[in-house]
């Protein structure tokens, strides 16, 4: 058996969740990590009894010529460390949203495609045992023919910010289940009920300093709807709720005869409801997966499934290495997802419905902000 040497950069919450799964598994080993916090780095090392730790994710890179680096950050150093891993060779799992704008995205799976590495994003609800169980429902005509999907975020975040750091998960989630995106038609408002202009186009830190570091957005609430290719629609609702308990959050996949509802950001809560989805009485029924449902013991419950399904991921990965194929999280479907956000502002700006693939492929707000001379 193969032992895959893996490195981890940023050791902050993400980066000692990755570890632990790294750790759990047989056939990696947790080699090294990066990080320029002091602190952090300390704490990091030991907890998980690694010497080697850097400040620099090329000293690592060149020191410790991994098979695998796991890129915990934020968007911001998403871009450079995967070209730097892919041109010495090493396979790459980073974090979502997988960059900035669509350049860098398109130009992340160029470049591994030429270095042949395989580039996996962290949607990590792509794992869920729930998803395939679904699908099973689907193709076996339990809720009928597949026609709408209906998408709702947690709350807790005005939607701008909302749409970088769970919209992305979202979107992917809706393309596992209806494909590729052929046109999105979107309405972004403030929470004054007044539609959002480029002047209320900010920086993700500017509206909440301890939000993610995910550069321009824009809205406080979003209403944005989508044409798959495959003919389902989709509707997808961030509405700037306060913080909910997470039971909220998900999709409902409704077909001609039924409804299935998948709910949780990380653990997977499922209900079928059969029959037209417009009769109540019917009653719905909750699915369970043991496999998926057990809790990790000594795991807080917010992140229940997670070191489960960030093991799932860690083993996709690798089977995608082995059998030369795009992991199931893969670089262009994160390229697709950040495309339906971008698709979103775009749709939005111009008032019409907006088809992909999007074009040009610049951050759509920093081009709005350019066309009408308005400075950031």
């Not at 320029?36 to 010497?51: H, I, N, P």
């Not at 000293?59 to 950050?73: G, H, R, S």
């Not at 450079?80 to 892919?86: G, K, N, Q, R, V």
């Amino acid at each position: 058996m193969k032992i895959y040497r893996v490195a981890i950069i940023g050791l902050g919450g993400m980066g000692n969740n990755h570890a632990l799964a790294v750790q759990a598994e047989d056939d990696c080993q947790l080699v090294g990590g990066a990080e320029v916090d002091v602190g952090r780095a300390c704490s990091w090392k030991e907890r998980f009894k690694v010497d080697a730790v850097f400040d620099s994710y090329e000293k690592m890179f060149d020191q410790l010529e991994p098979d695998i680096v796991i890129n915990a950050t934020q968007s911001p150093l998403h871009y450079a460390p995967t070209l730097a891993a892919a041109r010495r060779g090493i396979h790459i799992f980073c974090e979502k949203p997988m960059a900035r704008d669509l350049v860098q995205a398109d130009e992340m799976v160029q470049v591994c495609d030429q270095h042949k590495v395989k580039l996996a994003i962290n949607h990590i609800k792509r794992a869920s045992l729930y998803n395939a169980y679904a699908l099973n429902l689907i193709q076996q005509g339990e809720i009928g023919q597949l026609i709408r999907l209906r998408a709702a975020d947690k709350g807790g975040r005005k939607s701008g910010n909302a749409l970088m750091a769970m919209g992305t998960h979202l979107f992917d989630w809706m393309r596992l289940f209806a494909g590729d995106v052929e046109w999105a038609h979107a309405h972004l408002l403030q929470l004054d009920g007044r539609e959002s202009t480029v002047y209320d186009i900010k920086d993700a830190r500017e509206i909440n300093p301890r939000d993610q570091n995910d550069g321009l957005v824009l809205g406080e609430r979003c209403f944005a709807s989508f044409r798959f290719k495959s003919g389902v629609h989709a509707e997808a609702d961030f509405r700037a709720e306060t913080p909910g308990d997470d039971r909220g959050y998900g999709i409902d996949l409704i077909g001609t005869q039924g409804h299935i509802a998948l709910r949780e950001s990380v653990g997977t809560a499922m209900f079928i409801h059969r029959g037209q989805h417009h009769l109540p009485q019917q009653g719905w029924e909750q699915v369970h997966i043991e496999e998926e449902d057990n809790d990790e013991r000594g795991q807080p419950h917010e992140n229940r499934g997670r070191l489960f399904l960030q093991r799932l991921m860690l083993r996709d990965l690798i089977a995608a290495i082995e059998e030369d194929r795009d992991p199931a999280a893969s670089g262009r479907g994160g390229v697709a997802s950040m495309e339906m956000i971008n698709l979103t502002w775009e749709s939005h700006r111009r008032q019409e419905r907006v088809y992909a693939p999007l074009t040009p492929r610049d951050h759509p707000l920093e081009r709005w902000q350019r066309e009408e001379g308005v400075n950031s």
